[in-house]
């Protein structure tokens, strides 16, 4: 007869009742969610409104988006109305129609404040792919959704850690928060109002918080969203700023 090591035994049980058994790995969630937020091509027109112990200011924007990353904000109201911002070839130009100039960012600039909101500049032109910029792990998962923390591969990306918390079903992502290498807390993201628009979860409405400030916030509201149209390349061309 084999006898058995009963504190062997035990610890494997152990073991099996503490360790969470996911439906999903981490990188399959991270993938489905790629899925449902990467689009060909996209066009938005979007609403922020800005709160800050000043009162409420809004702006108003359209945003053009490619799946090679590029992207193209323009302001088209409110008091920075006419500015662009540019992101190609992982770099990204302000344009101010006043005085006609392009402004190349670059490191630490990328974090500044776009048009005095919450959101940073990286925030809403920053390259989507999770998997190639960093190592990824799933540390809860309920019945609506799963949890993911992120680790940056290298130290050029602005958020070198992330916690996302991602729909079970659909893949969207419901809520973020933005860290720094130490793991404090920069800004929190919430998204809300999701719509299905040619098999993609959009949120038509986000609201972003600087952790830093402590004091007020940022909601951005999608009034209109194109899906997969075609854009003129050239918009994506830092020739076209002054245009």
Same mark, same amino acid.
């Given at each position: ?9 035990? %610890?494997? /049980?152990?073991?099996s009742?503490? %360790?969470?058994?996911?439906s ?5 969630? %991270?993938?489905? &969610?790629?899925?449902n937020?990467t689009?060909?091509t996209?066009?938005?027109? %979007?609403?922020?409104? /800005? ?7 809004t ?16 302001i ?19 344009? !101010?129609?006043?005085a ?18 919450? @959101?940073?500049?990286?925030?809403l ?7 190639k ?15 993911? @923390? ?8 602005? !958020? ?7 729909? *079970?079903?659909? @893949? &969207?992502?419901?809520?973020a928060?933005? *860290? ?7 800004r ?8 299905e ?11 972003m918080?600087d952790l /830093?400030?402590?004091?007020g ?7 209109d969203?194109?899906?997969?149209t ?5 918009? @994506? ?7």
């Amino acid at each position: 007869m084999k006898i058995i090591n009963k504190t062997l035994l035990l %610890a494997a /049980i152990a073991i099996s009742i503490a %360790a969470p058994a996911f439906s999903l790995t981490a990188e399959e969630i %991270a993938i489905e &969610y790629e899925k449902n937020s990467t689009f060909d091509t996209s066009i938005t027109d %979007a609403t922020l409104i /800005i709160e800050d112990n000043l009162g409420t200011s809004t702006q108003t924007l359209r945003s053009y988006e490619n799946g090679a990353g590029d992207t193209l904000i323009e302001i088209t109201g409110g008091p920075d109305r006419g500015q662009k911002v540019l992101r190609k070839d992982q770099s990204i130009y302000l344009y !101010y129609p006043d005085a006609d100039q392009v402004i190349r960012l670059q490191g630490s600039s990328l974090k500044e404040s776009f048009m005095g909101s919450d @959101f940073s500049y990286e925030d809403l032109s920053s390259d989507s792919s999770i998997l190639k910029n960093y190592d990824v792990e799933i540390t809860d998962e309920t019945d609506d959704s799963y949890t993911l @923390f992120l680790t940056a591969k290298n130290r050029s990306m602005t !958020y070198q850690k992330q916690e996302l918390v991602v729909d *079970k079903t659909n @893949f &969207y992502l419901m809520s973020a928060v933005l *860290k720094s290498a130490s793991g404090r807390d920069l800004r929190s993201l919430v998204n809300s109002d999701f719509v299905e628009i040619k098999g993609h979860y959009v949120a038509k409405k986000s609201v972003m918080k600087d952790l /830093i400030k402590k004091q007020g916030s940022t909601t951005m509201k999608v009034d209109d969203i194109q899906i997969n149209t075609d854009i003129n390349p050239r918009l @994506f061309s830092k020739d076209n700023l002054s245009w």
